[in-house]
């Protein structure tokens, strides 16, 4: 199918008008042809198979020629629009229904116009949203080129904790020594640790991860060390542990530090020797690893305490990396957000979420102490659960409100302003009739609960008409 109009230039859109009235060729080919590439079909069909060969950049769909019903159009557009989260599109119908236009408003129309139309206002709205796509799509890329520039592996962040992190990774990525991941539960650990055996020799070799604190110790000992057929009931067959499988590639042993003391000293024998023993075996067998260990404790007072080994953490503790907590990385809110909301709103099948200037402001605020996996899972639960293109205030979780200083400014002053006399007002005759009802109605009492004197308790009671002279 070829456009009306077959001269293409760099600076022309496609745009599609599927219609079978007849009446509507001449006016948009005299109104449209000449600065767009237009193309005129008739059937939803030829609209999905020109879509899937040449996506358009704008589509104008007569709502009343898809189906059988205007409701069908509904549908269609709702469809255009997971098939192009950037595509600008436009309802044409010959109904006066507002039910239909509010339909279409909910299926993200950009535009909607009902006939008699009037192409030469088209091409003016037309023009208008076409332009503001490019400036939008200008500004995800640039976006999305600000994301590469700041981020390191499948780290995101242009801060400069984050920033010492990554030549810290680019420092021990070539070498063979033990490193130890310190930092609070949801920094990214598993992810620097990924980041360093991918920068190092041995990226192609294997990477095996165990947490620590997801088994109970009975069961963490058969996963490292692995065993031997019969060494216990269950022990049907002899199986490799995962200090064995990490055999020419990297160990991470996640949270270390809940390893009980008769696990440690088994563990530090393997560091020394570097074998290990399956259990109910009877040979060591060598292996080549490197240990990545993780932590969020702090092990020097778990020494002191006694519940970790002083020899075990002297051999983890070589080259010592600390990961920045959320709220220590000023500017990396924002480019976390935008990051999730690409992967998780493209993961889902959902339009691009954009998040209100206010949101954005309140997220930077939190502590996030659950730091990046908390920010993660909000940003996840909101492209699942919010309606509409943009989260507002009213979207986020009472926690996140209940701390912020903006969203307390918000509530406190609306948009709209506060009388302040009134307000105050509100304030004393709340605090006049707490007092009184505290005193039994004596405004002696009421007086000294509220620290005034007795001829201000008087003045007040009169001014708001409370209690009786």
């Known amino acids: 199918m070829r456009p009306t109009n077959s001269r293409t230039e760099p600076d022309r859109f496609a745009v599609i008008i599927v219609t079978t009235d007849e009446r509507v060729r001449p006016e948009a080919e005299?109104?449209?042809?000449?600065?767009h590439d237009l193309f005129m079909l008739?059937?939803?069909?030829?609209?999905?198979?020109?879509?899937?060969?040449?996506?358009?950049d704008a589509v104008l769909l007569d709502l009343d020629t898809v189906g059988e019903r205007s409701q069908d159009?509904?549908?269609?557009?709702?469809?255009?629009r997971a098939l192009g989260p950037d595509l600008v599109l436009v309802g044409l119908t010959r109904s006066n229904s507002r039910n239909l236009r509010l339909q279409a408003v909910a299926?993200?129309?950009?535009?909607?116009?009902v006939a008699p139309i009037n192409f030469e206002e088209v091409r003016s709205v037309l023009n208008r949203a076409l332009e503001k796509r490019a400036l939008k799509i200008e500004c995800q890329q640039r976006q999305s080129e600000q994301i590469?520039?700041?981020?390191?592996?499948?780290?995101?962040?242009?801060s400069e904790p984050m920033r010492r992190l990554y030549d810290a990774i680019r420092r021990v990525a070539e070498s063979t020594s033990t490193v130890l991941l310190r930092g609070e539960s949801g920094?990214?650990?598993?992810?620097?640790?990924?980041?360093?055996?991918a920068l190092g020799p041995r990226a192609q070799n294997p990477f095996v991860s165990l947490n620590c604190a997801a088994l109970p110790e009975n069961l963490i000992e058969t996963e490292l060390f692995g065993h031997e057929k019969g060494a216990f009931t269950d022990a049907r067959t002899a199986r490799a542990g995962h200090i064995e499988l990490a055999h020419t590639g990297t160990l991470l042993l996640d949270e270390i530090a809940t390893l009980g003391l008769a696990l440690q000293s088994k563990f530090l024998r393997v560091l020394e020797d570097r074998a290990v023993t399956r259990i109910g075996g009877q040979s060591a067998k060598k292996i080549d690893f490197r240990l990545i260990a993780a932590t969020n404790e702090d092990l020097e007072e778990l020494v002191r305490a006694g519940r970790f080994r002083e020899d075990l953490y002297?051999?983890?503790?070589v080259v010592p990396i600390v990961l920045p907590a959320l709220r220590d990385r000023p500017g990396d809110v924002p480019l976390l957000l935008d990051h999730f909301l690409r992967s998780y709103c493209a993961s889902n099948n959902v339009p691009l979420k954009h998040l209100e200037p206010e949101v954005i402001q309140i997220l930077e605020e939190d502590s996030w102490p659950g730091n990046v996996r908390e920010l993660e899972n909000l940003v996840q639960r909101l492209v699942l659960m919010v309606d509409g293109p943009v989260v507002k205030v009213q979207h986020l979780p009472q926690r996140l409100l209940y701390n912020s200083a903006t969203s307390q400014e918000s509530m406190l002053i609306p948009e709209a302003g506060v009388n302040?006399?009134?307000e105050i007002a509100k304030i004393e005759v709340a605090y006049l009739t707490a007092a009184l009802r505290r005193s039994g109605g004596s405004k002696i009492g009421a007086a000294r609960l509220l620290k005034v004197d007795k001829q201000k308790m008087h003045y007040l009671c009169r001014k708001y008409s409370i209690g009786k002279d």
């Open 30 to 35: 005299t109104y449209l042809a000449g600065e």
């Open 42 to 56: 008739q059937t939803w069909d030829e609209l999905t198979a020109l879509i899937n060969k040449h996506p358009p």
């Open 73 to 80: 159009g509904i549908t269609a557009l709702a469809e255009l």
């Open 107 to 113: 299926a993200t129309v950009d535009e909607y116009f």
């Open 148 to 158: 590469e520039r700041e981020s390191f592996c499948d780290l995101i962040g242009g």
């Open 187 to 197: 920094t990214g650990k598993e992810l620097v640790a990924r980041a360093i055996v």
């Open 314 to 317: 002297y051999r983890i503790n």
């Open 420 to 422: 302040f006399d009134e």
